[in-house]
């Protein structure tokens, strides 16, 4: 129930996102150049260090201090930068790290508290989906509204450096930056050399959503070398029929439907005897069925390192010849659903 909730929160403006990428590829304003009557109201409110950045560069407007985060991912790379003091509203779904649950939280991804938005006198909302930034619309000629993309690996560090530029935290941003390239960059030289693996990656069941080829996985995906059985699906998160999952003959299957704090080895032995009803299913008959033991894999935030070692476990060991040959033919992923879909919202 909790994950259809979430997958319920995320469809207000997933695939629209997708559909308008093109037109929106890096941070847009909404409006453009908007000013806020209501920046830096606070009674009391004292200016952040991040403040000092505005002398750096004159022609830059001044860093934000007071920032409502409309997207756990958005929140997370917020506090990662040190620029937590300045964040005074986040979402329900804001939980990393634990500080980001002491603040206000004023709704989701698509249904949001415009009166509470308000109230706390925010001078930047900051958004990630179409959708929200629809939610929050109303408010934009009050505050100034960002919409900082990050549903591919791909957008995750001009993600990091518009979260630096807004926040006045550019050196901080620079640093993890480099953090996520040299975790990246590791993980391509470990995979070399190894048998390509072709995964199915589950995010709920029953309707079955899947990773598909537009999906912040993906990226992982690519990094690690490995297939991804619903590739050939261009949507990030399709919802698909029983019959295309024994169709897409994954050698390993990710289970990512439990959600936060499942017990790894309880987890485990419940995805597997769960699947154990599709005994069609190549990772099914060999007992490579695992759930994901860190959603930093199902979050474009900042645990780069935590999602490729959590995927990594999930798909490894690979038991002598149980992996496909590279460049054998996979079996086309059919049967998607044309049901509207999107991630769960942890995973925005």
């Known amino acids: 129930m909790a994950t259809l909730l979430l997958l319920a929160g995320a469809l207000g403006g997933c695939d629209r996102g997708a559909e308008d990428a093109s037109k929106v590829p890096r941070a847009e304003s909404v409006p453009a150049g908007a000013t806020s009557p209501v920046a830096g109201a606070a009674p009391g409110g004292q200016a952040p260090p991040a403040a000092a950045a505005a002398a750096v560069n004159p022609g830059a407007p001044p860093p934000a201090r007071r920032i409502v985060s409309l997207a756990p991912s958005l929140t997370e790379i917020l506090f990662a930068l040190g620029a937590g003091e300045q964040v005074v509203g986040v979402t329900r779904f804001c939980d990393r790290p634990a500080e980001a649950r002491t603040r206000p939280a004023v709704g989701d991804a698509i249904q949001v508290s415009l009166e509470q938005v308000v109230a706390l006198a925010p001078d930047l ?78 995010v709920q069941r029953e309707p079955f959503y899947v990773a598909g080829r537009g999906s912040f996985v993906q990226g992982f995906f ?41 017990v790894r080895a309880a987890g485990d032995a419940d995805c597997l005897a769960w699947w154990s009803r599709f005994p069609g299913i190549p990772a099914v008959q060999r007992r490579r069925v695992r759930a994901l033991a860190d959603e930093s894999a199902l979050r474009p935030g900042t645990g780069v390192a935590a999602a490729l070692a959590a995927i990594e476990a999930a798909v490894a060991p690979a038991p002598e010849g149980n992996a496909r040959e590279p460049g054998a033919a996979p079996p086309p992923a059919s049967g998607a659903i044309p049901t509207p879909a999107g991630p769960p919202e942890r995973a925005q």
């Open 125 to 202: 909302i900051l958004v990630n989906a179409l959708g929200t930034a629809d939610a929050v619309a109303p408010l934009k000629d009050r505050v100034r509204i960002l919409r900082v993309p990050t549903d591919t690996l791909a957008q995750l560090p001009e993600a990091v450096a518009t979260h630096g530029r807004e926040a006045g935290r550019d050196a901080a941003a620079d640093d993890l930056r480099a953090r996520i390239a040299a975790a990246l960059d590791a993980a391509r030289t470990a995979a070399r050399g190894r048998p390509r693996t072709r995964v199915l990656f589950v």
């Open 222 to 262: 690519e990094v690690l070398g490995l297939e991804n059985a619903m590739g050939d699906l261009p949507e990030a998160w399709p919802c698909v029929s029983a019959e295309a999952l024994l169709a897409s003959a994954p050698d390993a299957l990710v289970d990512a439907s439990l959600g936060p704090g499942a």
